[in-house]
């Protein structure tokens, strides 16, 4: 049973930091890129960072380029998404997602949910 399991998400105010972590289980995770999605209430859902198999490269949308990095290490079966200098505008809930390269085939987490209030 293919499982991605998120967490490490809460509720921060603007400035602070929060790291989530994301479990994979029952399919060859070093096989995978990884990527971390949001999707902001009424918004659609969004790619904001992304690494290679091996974790050489990481890749990341504008809006989180220099606050965000995305890790992984594949003998835990794991990607983390640090988030540092959070802001309101990062509301929303987070989503972990394997993607088979080349390929449509890939695996969603349930997601975890990111506020940033003060």
């Known amino acids: 049973q293919v499982q991605l399991v998120e967490s490490g998400g809460g509720l921060v105010q603007p400035g602070e930091s929060l790291k989530l972590s994301c479990i994979g289980s029952?399919?060859?995770?070093?096989?995978?890129?990884m990527r971390w999605h949001r999707q902001a209430p009424g918004k659609e859902r969004e790619m904001v960072a992304s690494?290679?198999?091996?974790?050489?490269?990481?890749d990341y949308s504008d809006s989180v380029k220099g606050r965000f990095t995305i890790s992984r290490d594949n003998t835990k079966k794991a990607v983390y998404l640090q988030m540092n200098n959070l802001q309101p505008e990062d509301t929303a809930v987070y989503y972990c997602?394997?993607?088979?390269?080349?390929?449509?085939?890939?695996?969603w987490g349930q997601g975890t949910q990111v506020t940033v209030s003060s």
């Open positions: 997602h394997a993607r088979y390269p080349g390929t449509n085939t890939g695996h």
């Open positions: 029952g399919f060859i995770f070093s096989n995978y890129f």
């Open positions: 690494m290679s198999t091996t974790g050489y490269r990481a």
